[in-house]
């Protein structure tokens, strides 16, 4: 039972000092920027849509380099067991 209500204690400040912020608020909701109009949100649409693909196509070249490393690692790989001297034995 101790356990439990140790861990009901800390889920409760967690919950605590997570929502403080929210209740000190005092800007009417309009968050850090400011006031946005559509000049602004415009300008968010287009970050987002310039950057998911950039994620994207770094992500895919990363990816691809990464690849043709396995591939060469296990073709050396099995190039080196391919080698009758390096198969063991005395």
């Known amino acids: 039972m101790p356990r439990r209500s140790l861990s009901l204690?800390?889920?409760s400040l967690t919950l605590v000092?997570?929502?403080a912020p929210a209740a000190a608020a005092?800007?009417?909701?309009?968050?850090y920027y400011g006031a946005?109009?559509?000049k602004v949100v415009t300008t968010?649409?287009?970050i987002l849509i310039l950057?998911?693909?950039t994620l994207v196509i770094v992500l895919s070249m990363l990816q691809s380099r990464l690849e043709k490393r396995k591939q060469a690692r296990l073709a050396a790989h099995k190039a080196h067991l391919g080698n009758a001297r390096?198969?063991?034995?005395w």
């Open 9 to 11: 204690l800390f889920l």
């Open 17 to 19: 000092l997570v929502l």
């Open 26 to 31: 005092s800007n009417d909701g309009r968050g």
């Open 36 to 38: 946005t109009d559509d």
């Open 44 to 46: 968010a649409g287009f």
């Open 51 to 53: 950057f998911f693909p």
């Open 86 to 89: 390096w198969r063991g034995g």
